[in-house]
């Protein structure tokens, strides 16, 4: 629900109205839009009376939402989200770069590898110290030891760390030492964990499921932001189809219409996205084209014997050209 309020109501009276309108249990956003001001109202609206607001004198009138989505919806924030993390950005016409392996091995492989894509423009450092495997057989990551090692490269980079949580064991973990938590696409519908990790009101990447529509990741996004938090990264990172010659059907589509459905920053991941090395950069560049705010990428400087997606991962040589490739695309589409 959004209430548009008159052009002259007096902050005072906006206050009032708000903690009324909190008092019942929901949620309310202050939109300023260039020629009015709303106030977004987003929670169980079913039982409020769209004709009592109307009988308020600074309300003009009253607009239903439709959709499922309240807070991520760009109807109750009509501009773009951008996020600040350690005087880096995401969003607001910035390329944002995430790089890094996909699992921590070593601290001699962490430290290399942040060191390469920093000085190719990365602004952000990827790495999984915890990693949700199909098979219990396969490398799970180094656990906590593997974050140690991401925030002795992190210090010694000024890289912000993007590591996913698997589980509420380690809320208190993270909270601590993590920049961007990432939640992964095995985890994208766990919500108890979403509203858990909203209430840490600590930048989240959240990944779309490997099946799930776009309209089941921004309900997702809804439960980390009804948890506290207001900084969300929507990712695309591919989704299962009947295509076989891929990882996975990397959906390039979504990136435009999550732009126009929602407010949040959208990041694409081309590693994921298609299971070969040989594609991150056609997808990448692609990506950037279509509007999307950040990539993250997998780099490891010995793919061939990686313990973990070797085959998805580029080089950080490889890197080094792509970034280049990717800031000229960027600046093309944006002038």
């Given at each position: 629900?959004?209430?548009?309020?008159?052009?002259?109501?007096?902050?005072?009276?906006?206050?009032?109205?708000?903690?009324?309108?909190?008092?019942?249990?929901?949620?309310?956003?202050?939109?300023?839009?260039?020629?009015?001001?709303?106030?977004?109202?987003?929670?169980?609206?079913?039982?409020?009376?769209?004709?009592?607001?109307?009988?308020?004198?600074?309300?003009?009138?009253?607009?239903?939402?439709?959709?499922?989505?309240?807070?991520?919806?760009?109807?109750?924030?009509?501009?773009?989200?951008?996020?600040?993390?350690?005087?880096?950005?995401?969003?607001?016409?910035?390329?944002?770069?995430?790089?890094?392996?996909?699992?921590?091995?070593?601290?001699?492989?962490?430290?290399?590898?942040?060191?390469?894509?920093?000085?190719?423009?990365?602004?952000?450092?990827?790495?999984?110290?915890?990693?949700?495997?199909?098979?219990?057989?396969?490398?799970?990551?180094?656990?906590?030891?593997?974050?140690?090692?991401?925030?002795?490269?992190?210090?010694?980079?000024?890289?912000?760390?993007?590591?996913?949580?698997?589980?509420?064991?380690?809320?208190?973990?993270?909270?601590?030492?993590?920049?961007?938590?990432?939640?992964?696409?095995?985890?994208?519908?766990?919500?108890?964990?979403?509203?858990?990790?909203?209430?840490?009101?600590?930048?989240?990447?959240?990944?779309?499921?490997?099946?799930?529509?776009?309209?089941?990741?921004?309900?997702?996004?809804?439960?980390?932001?009804?948890?506290?938090?207001?900084?969300?990264?929507?990712?695309?990172?591919?989704?299962?189809?009947?295509?076989?010659?891929?990882?996975?059907?990397?959906?390039?589509?979504?990136?435009?219409?999550?732009?126009?459905?929602?407010?949040?920053?959208?990041?694409?991941?081309?590693?994921?996205?298609?299971?070969?090395?040989?594609?991150?950069?056609?997808?990448?560049?692609?990506?950037?084209?279509?509007?999307?705010?950040?990539?993250?990428?997998?780099?490891?400087?010995?793919?061939q014997y990686a313990l973990?997606?070797?085959?998805?991962?580029?080089?950080?040589?490889?890197?080094?050209?792509?970034?280049?490739?990717?800031?000229?695309v960027h600046e093309a589409?944006?002038?």
């Amino acid at each position: 629900m959004i209430l548009v309020l008159v052009p002259d109501a007096e902050q005072a009276a906006i206050d009032r109205l708000r903690q009324n309108i909190e008092a019942k249990g929901l949620l309310v956003q202050h939109i300023h839009g260039e020629n009015t001001t709303m106030l977004g109202i987003a929670g169980d609206t079913s039982e409020v009376d769209q004709e009592s607001f109307l009988r308020i004198d600074i309300v003009d009138s009253v607009m239903r939402v439709s959709d499922p989505y309240k807070l991520a919806n760009r109807k109750l924030h009509p501009q773009d989200t951008v996020i600040h993390v350690k005087g880096h950005t995401i969003g607001g016409g910035n390329l944002t770069l995430v790089a890094g392996p996909c699992s921590v091995e070593s601290e001699e492989q962490i430290l290399s590898i942040a060191r390469d894509v920093a000085a190719s423009g990365a602004t952000f450092l990827r790495g999984g110290a915890f990693k949700p495997r199909s098979s219990p057989y396969a490398f799970q990551g180094m656990g906590l030891d593997g974050l140690e090692l991401l925030k002795i490269a992190s210090r010694k980079t000024g890289l912000p760390i993007v590591t996913e949580l698997l589980s509420h064991e380690h809320l208190d973990d993270f909270a601590r030492d993590v920049d961007v938590i990432q939640i992964g696409a095995r985890n994208m519908q766990n919500f108890s964990l979403l509203r858990e990790v909203g209430k840490l009101k600590k930048p989240v990447l959240l990944k779309r499921g490997l099946a799930n529509t776009i309209e089941e990741l921004l309900m997702s996004a809804e439960y980390v932001l009804s948890g506290g938090t207001a900084d969300v990264i929507l990712c695309e990172r591919g989704i299962r189809t009947f295509e076989t010659a891929t990882r996975n059907t990397l959906d390039l589509s979504a990136v435009p219409v999550l732009k126009k459905k929602s407010h949040l920053p959208v990041i694409v991941d081309p590693s994921h996205g298609t299971g070969y090395w040989h594609l991150v950069e056609p997808l990448s560049l692609a990506s950037v084209a279509v509007g999307a705010d950040a990539l993250i990428i997998e780099v490891h400087n010995a793919p061939q014997y990686a313990l973990c997606d070797g085959p998805q991962s580029i080089t950080p040589e490889v890197f080094h050209t792509l970034a280049q490739k990717l800031r000229r695309v960027h600046e093309a589409i944006s002038n």
